[in-house]
């Protein structure tokens, strides 16, 4: 079960109780996403996605089972809910929230695993994929359509990529962040096999940290399954033994996901791996160049993107 969507799908979304997430579900209805219903507080509901309205979970899935279930849920309620949505025949849930407990994560993807369902996050940043949906926040202002699948585990490097990529004059076929907690729905493994299989996608930019195995695991899967050219770019480069940045799941412990092991395994497994930031989107430009591609047909010049 992937999480991606070739057409638009309908989507629900839960726990909209501050004027952030009702901001985001605002924002979602004016990008074109086909809001199904959403829950939370009425009171901080935007006015013009009131109809929307449901007062509880229940109710909203007796109304309509959506393809897509977005959660911005308090962490402590998020894994009975999902529960309940998958039960109801739910099949793909990105959780936005943030603090899960790692045994609710647990209890979670082995209930997700055993009901065929999808799960994205925790911590995620959404999903989006240009023209079909955006669920989340990630924004189509930051980005421009194209061929370039981008899979990150932080969504403030992913906005930042994407912007730099604009600026380029480089657009995406979709965008899609893991998350960065210990314990995550979907790793890099299960996302990269879309844009593999996407006709839609030259090249694949993964945008990984220090901490746990993924990156580890994504190379040894780019090396067997892999034919489009992947460019990566890692953070915590700096970082020592035993220190943490950001995330739960970021932190190196008795030499155990660090920098330079990550980047020496996705170098053995073919993948151009961009030490600098600034090294990035060049190196996209090229494996683009060198690809058998219709790059060309996705690269803008900066007079042709609008402001």
Known sequence: MTPFFRTPPTVGV???????????????????????????TQSVFPQESRQAFRSDLAEALKASVPELLLMF?????????AKMAITEGVRRIVIISEYMPVHDMVELKRF??????????PNSTGLLIPGVVKAGYFSEDVCIPGNI????????LAYAVLAELRSFGLGISGVVSTGGDLVKGSSFCDLIPFFEQDEGT??????????????????????????????AYLSGSS????????????IVR???????????????AGVSV?????????????????CNSRSEDHIYEPSQLQS
């Not at 997700?112 to 996050?121: E, H, P, T, V």
């Not at 030259?202 to 990984?208: E, Q, R, S, T």
């Not at 970082?239 to 799941?249: E, F, L, Q, R």
């Not at 008795?254 to 053995?268: F, S």
């Open 14 to 40: 839960t726990g909209i109780s501050t004027r952030s997430s009702a901001r985001q579900l605002q924002s979602m209805a004016a990008a074109g996403t086909e809001i199904a219903w959403a829950t939370g």
């Open 73 to 81: 849920d308090d962490p402590l309620e998020v894994c009975s809910r």
């Open 112 to 121: 997700a695993c055993d009901n065929g369902a999808c799960i994205i996050g």
């Open 149 to 156: 699948g981008v899979v990150a585990k932080s969504g403030s």
């Open 202 to 231: 030259d090249a694949v930019v993964l945008l990984g940290e220090i901490g746990g195995t993924d990156e580890e695991r994504a190379a040894e899967y780019i090396a067997r399954e892999v034919s489009k050219p992947v460019i």
């Open 239 to 250: 970082v020592k033994n035993g220190s943490a940045i950001g995330h739960a799941g970021a």
């Open 254 to 268: 008795n030499g155990v996901g660090g920098y330079a092991t990550k980047a020496a395994k996705l170098r053995e």
């Open 274 to 290: 961009a030490d600098q930031f600034g090294e990035l989107v060049p190196k996209v430009r090229d494996a683009l160049s060198r």
